[in-house]
């Protein structure tokens, strides 16, 4: 399975700033499946994904290890977290060209959170 190379998953010492980082829960069957989907249409090879639970102290604080408990993030190249929505979005857009997110649709999936976020790969995946 391409998710468990040593590409996609490794423990690091610090989170490798020339790819953009997809940070999620391991325990959420959800996120798992999100995280393939997107992994597997990174064909520009700029995405990376690490469990939480494996990222170090730094690059993470406490108070983003607990925000990382409740919504999937995002660490970009240029240093930025991004949560939720917001990263979910982000990875969308890194390969979604010809699907275009428009800026009501990005608010709109921005504001209804990570959880409906990651319903929306996952039918967005299907249906690619």
């Known amino acids: 399975m391409r998710f468990e190379s040593s590409r996609h998953r490794a423990i690091v010492a610090v989170v490798d700033a020339t790819h953009h980082w997809i940070v999620w ?11 393939h989907w997107a992994l597997a249409h990174d064909t520009h090879d700029q995405l990376r994904a690490i ?3 494996e990222v170090p ?5 406490p108070a983003l290890r607990e925000a990382c408990r ?3 993030h995002v660490r970009t190249t240029d240093g930025r977290w991004l949560r939720g929505g917001r990263a979910c979005l982000f990875v969308l ?4 060209d010809s699907h275009a997110i428009t800026v009501v649709q990005s608010a709109v999936l921005s504001a209804l959170g990570p959880g409906f976020c990651a319903e ?9």
């Open 57 to 61: 102290t730094p690059p993470l604080t």
């Open 120 to 128: 929306y790969v996952l039918l967005r995946g299907a249906s690619a």
């Open 93 to 96: 857009e890194r390969f979604l």
């Open 25 to 35: 829960d391991s325990e959420c069957s959800i996120c798992r499946r999100s995280v």
């Open 70 to 72: 409740a919504a999937v």
């Open 51 to 53: 469990p939480y639970q």
